[in-house]
């Protein structure tokens, strides 16, 4: 018999299928990793067929091992491999390297046993929680098992902290142990999880996703409506089927409030794709999915190459993050991958979210997926009453802080109460809008309708469409104010002025910097689920699906930066932002306040996001879109050229151009704008980019 064989090199030249031959009496099938003679040396490679003989004249050579006990890919994802391959102009071994994780190629890891963790024999558990009440997380990992009997080690570290249950060891408390094939299945404790009777309008839409095997659904609810119960339902009914689901969630979604909640649904049959885990745990995780162990896999983006067999459904919730296309190569939407891999195996896909993308609910109302809408919160909880503030009264009124009246005084109340605030400082992008404090004005291109951006560097501001340059501003052209203000704010400095006048209140914040660590912000979130602090002051980071029940007040800062962004997502961006920022107050029954600070209260987009009026901003929208014909009405195609030398990326460019232009010659109609210029970001890494 002969395999072929695509080797783990990442080479155009070897982008092809090579022949080897399956020794005698070896039964080396589809989907198998190899270790094969290539040029002068042993390389690994994937077998992605098997055939009786070759067309090769010559004599093949021989496949010199397996690397798996069973073949690590099944038919089904060597398919999808060949289809990412076609779709994203990626080597075929670079599209094969997604589907296993990094650490099982070369061997880096080998580890066929998994640590368990239980309760040593002996222990008082009444005396030693109380020992532990200044140990929080000890204590309830120690609760933890004494509720489930045992547990994996790499979900307590992710749950509870790798440092917690180390602590736990050292005091004799609880003992780590291996076991190899023969473990005992891990208990998990049914109904751990508050059962729900789910509402009238849940049902609707589960029993709707239940019918409909194999369709495409978006599922539109507002925030606290329950998506999470029906993702869970629709996983049972998965599961009752004997097929398996994967669930994406946004990375900094994956916080251990979700993981605690699915593996007390799932127990054993979940598996936790996480960066957070170790390698040796990533891959135990993984070949838990793959030899049928587990059935669930709940990770990122690269969840969506879970090796599960005989699937059934596909998750992706919170569908409008960015974080779901991959930004280095191989580059793919997880979106696309997703559609692929349900058309291959007939499985359900669910997109969820409270505010989806322009273009999820244009294909939705066109038919092309099936348009599932929660419209009330859980127990009609009303949305948090949103103010508006206009910043530029304050101005007038002399206050120059960034913080309003109104938002001090809501501050001290809740405060007052008890209850929690969070503060969102608006920084997306790399440097901020040029903007008048005194009247709002924002600087913006002459011929592009776009906000400029301000250079440091260069001390210019400019537009990141067409590349034209303007002179920074000393006085607003509108008012002759000189407050003008060129940079963002920081958590740091927003944090500093609130201390001086709430020094008793206790902060966490949330930024780049918090967060640099993995697990940074899964322990900033859980600190302030449990009370640790009165106010959290963050970024964009603070908006994603937690469930703070004592949150009662969200300030956001500058409400309209977002809306200036040079990016034809800009408004669709601010829209989500501030509804999901705004979904994090009053949750539970306590009533919630939103105040958005702004400078433009009268833009249509603040007004929408302020009645939490979905429908009507994507009506408006959608028209911008179609007579702009920005997605779904068109596709913007960067062809970027990356260069070492700027001269030789200059001559790269021009000559990309000139071919280009003869294309756009042809299709003449077909396009709406074609220029060549800098990149936004001139260089990074000392590369020059066009
Ligand atoms: P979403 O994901 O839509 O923002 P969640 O799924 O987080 O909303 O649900 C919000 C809250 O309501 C959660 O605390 C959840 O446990 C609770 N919940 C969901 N469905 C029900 C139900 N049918 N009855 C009671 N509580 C529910
Ligand atoms: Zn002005
Ligand atoms: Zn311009």
């Keep these: ?107 880096k890891v080998e ?53 917690a249950i180390n602590a736990l060891k050292e005091r004799g408390a609880v003992c780590i142990y291996e076991q190899g094939v023969q473990r005992i299945p891990y208990k998990a404790v049914s109904g751990h999880g508050k059962s729900v009777t789910l509402t009238y309008e849940q049902n609707a839409v589960l029993q709707k996703i239940i019918s409909n095997q194999g369709k495409s659904f978006l599922l539109h609810g507002v925030t606290g409506s329950g998506k999470t119960e029906i993702y869970i339902r629709a996983i049972k009914n998965a599961l009752e ?32 794709l996480h960066s957070g885990l170790s390698a040796g745990e990533r891959y135990d995780e993984w070949w838990r999915l793959r030899n049928g162990e587990a059935k669930v896999a709940v990770g990122a983006r690269s969840a969506i190459f879970a090796p599960l067999e005989n699937l059934g459904l596909i998750i992706i919730d919170e569908e409008h993050e960015q974080s779901y296309n991959s930004d280095k190569s191989p580059r793919y939407r997880t979106e696309e991958v997703a559609r692929m891999r349900s058309m291959q195996t007939n499985a359900t896909l669910i997109k969820g979210s409270a505010t989806p993308l322009i273009e999820s609910y244009y294909r939705a109302k066109s038919g092309e997926d099936i348009l599932l ?18 910043m530029r009264n304050e101005v007038m009124r002399g206050n120059d802080s960034v913080f309003s009246e109104e938002l001090i005084y809501r501050l001290e109340q809740t405060l007052s109460h008890g209850e929690q605030a969070m503060l969102y400082i608006n920084r997306r992008g790399f440097s901020p809008v040029v903007m008048c404090n005194a009247c709002g004005y924002v600087a913006r291109c002459k011929d592009c ?18 590349g034209a340059k303007y002179r920074v501003l000393d006085v607003c052209p509108e008012c002759g104010s000189a407050k003008i203000r060129q940079r963002g704010l920081g958590t740091e400095k927003v944090v500093n002025e609130l201390q001086k006048r709430f020094p008793s209140a206790r902060f966490l914040r949330m930024d780049a910097d918090t967060t640099k660590n993995k ?38 800062l500058d409400a309209d930066l977002g809306l200036y962004l040079s990016d034809f997502r800009a408004a669709e961006r601010t829209f989500s932002l501030l509804t999901q920022v705004a979904g994090r107050a009053g949750r ?19 007004r929408l996001a302020k009645d939490y009026d979905f429908h009507s901003f994507y009506e408006h929208e959608i028209l911008l879109r179609e007579a702009a014909k920005y997605p779904p009405f068109g596709s913007i195609i960067r ?6 030398k700027e001269e030789e990326g200059i001559a790269a460019l021009k000559e990309l151009y000139c071919k280009l232009l003869t294309f756009k010659q042809k299709y003449e109609k077909s396009f709406v704008f074609f220029n060549k210029m800098k990149s936004p970001v001139k260089f990074i890494m000392k590369k020059y980019r066009f």
């Design 1 to 107: 018999m002969v395999a072929e064989v695509i080797v783990d090199v990442l080479n155009t030249n070897v982008d092809r299928v090579f022949d080897y031959a399956i020794p005698e009496g070896k039964e080396i099938v589809e989907g198998a990793r190899v270790l094969v003679p290539f040029a002068t040396k042993l390389v690994e490679g994937f077998v992605i067929a098997t055939k009786p003989c070759s067309s090769f004249e010559g004599e093949l050579k021989e496949i010199k091992g397996e690397l798996d006990l069973i073949p690590a890919l099944t038919p089904e994802l060597i398919r999808l491999a060949v289809q990412i391959k076609n779709k994203y102009h990626v080597l075929l071994a670079e599209a094969l390297r997604l589907f296993i994780p990094a650490e099982m190629r070369g061997g």
């Design 241 to 272: 089927q004997r097929k398996t689901a994967i669930m994406l969630v946004p990375e900094i979604g994956l916080t251990p409030q979700v993981m605690r909640r699915f593996r007390s649904e799932f127990g054993e049959s979940v598996a936790l």
């Design 639 to 644: 062809v970027m050229v990356v260069a070492e």
């Design 449 to 466: 309708d776009v906000s400029l951006t301000y250079h440091k560097e260069d001390e210019q501001l400019k537009c990141h469409y067409c």
């Design 111 to 163: 580890q066929k046993t998994k640590n368990y963790v239980r309760i040593s024999e002996n222990v008082d558990l009444g005396v030693l929680t109380k020992e532990l009440s200044r140990a929080p997380k000890q204590r309830e990992a120690l609760l933890y098992l004494a509720e489930h009997g045992e547990a994996p080690l790499s979900f307590l570290a992710v749950a509870f902290g790798r440092g």
């Design 519 to 556: 697990d940074g912000h899964a322990r900033i979130t859980e600190a302030f689920f449990k009370g640790e602090a009165d106010i959290l002051v963050g970024t964009q980071m603070i908006a994603k699906g937690h469930d703070f029940a004592n949150v009662t007040l969200v300030g956001v």
């Design 588 to 606: 539970a029954q306590k009533k919630g306040y939103v105040v958005l600070q702004t400078h433009t209260p009268h833009h249509p987009l603040v």
């Design 373 to 390: 809408e929660l419209k009330d919160r859980i127990n009609y909880v009303s949305m948090p009453e949103a103010i508006v503030v206009d």
